[in-house]
């Protein structure tokens, strides 16, 4: 996205395409994994992080194609939604919001988890709809999930700066031409597509 080609530009605008720039560019993954284990181990305890590094580390899911020499920032979104989640969980909920729309805007798809702070709102607010056949009171409902509604509202908020600040930066059509990229790459099946359809289409031509 045009947020994350932001973020990437200082890593390489000004520096030579050397070995030195292209180790540094390398760490930078293995810095914001670092600090993502080392808050999950706070937050959630050591055996927690030893055992999200274990399965982060035997796994190769994510190294499709080129990627198997790794890139930099490659990564970057699950450190942001990992520390995200132990923010939520220590209830600094405007800095986890924050976190959380750095993720979605630099690689879209984990607006799920995003999704997943809002949602238990929204099924509650249904829930008591239906069970009390009245149309529940909206102010004191947010009040009862005060933390995932100032989660989301700084989401949001972070989101539509993010967007303004990308479109000021290169322009305003560079979101347009990101869709247009994705979908491109959507129409069809490539190495990176991990999907029910490309499962099916294993062992076809157009796979």
Not at 5 to 16: G, I, Q, V
Not at 44 to 54: D, E, H, T, V
Not at 56 to 72: E, I, Q, R, S, V
Not at 146 to 162: D, N, P, S
Request: net charge neutral.
């Amino acid at each position: 996205t045009p947020v994350w080609t932001a973020m990437a530009r200082p890593f390489f605008l000004y520096s030579e395409a050397n070995e030195l720039s292209l180790v540094i560019g390398g760490l930078a993954d293995a810095l914001l994994l670092g600090l993502m284990f080392l808050a999950v181990g706070f937050t959630f305890g050591p055996r927690q992080a030893l055992l999200g590094m274990l399965v982060f580390g035997a796994t190769d899911l994510y190294m499709f194609g080129t990627n198997w020499a790794g890139a930099t920032l490659r990564h970057d979104w699950i450190a942001y939604l990992g520390i995200g989640v132990c923010l939520l969980r220590r209830e600094r909920f405007v800095l986890a919001g924050v976190l959380l729309a750095f993720a979605v805007m630099i690689r879209a798809f984990p607006g799920i988890g995003l999704a997943g702070v809002g949602l238990p709102c929204l099924v509650a607010f249904a829930e008591r709809w239906i069970r009390d056949r009245k149309i529940p009171n909206l102010i004191a409902h947010l009040g009862e999930h005060e933390g995932a509604v100032r989660c989301v509202l700084a989401a949001i908020v972070t989101m539509a700066v993010l967007v303004v600040v990308t479109s000021l930066l290169f322009s305003f059509g560079a979101w347009v031409d990101w869709m247009k990229k994705i979908s491109l790459l959507d129409a069809g099946i490539g190495t990176k597509d991990v999907s029910l359809r490309s499962l099916v289409a294993f062992g076809t031509e157009e796979a």
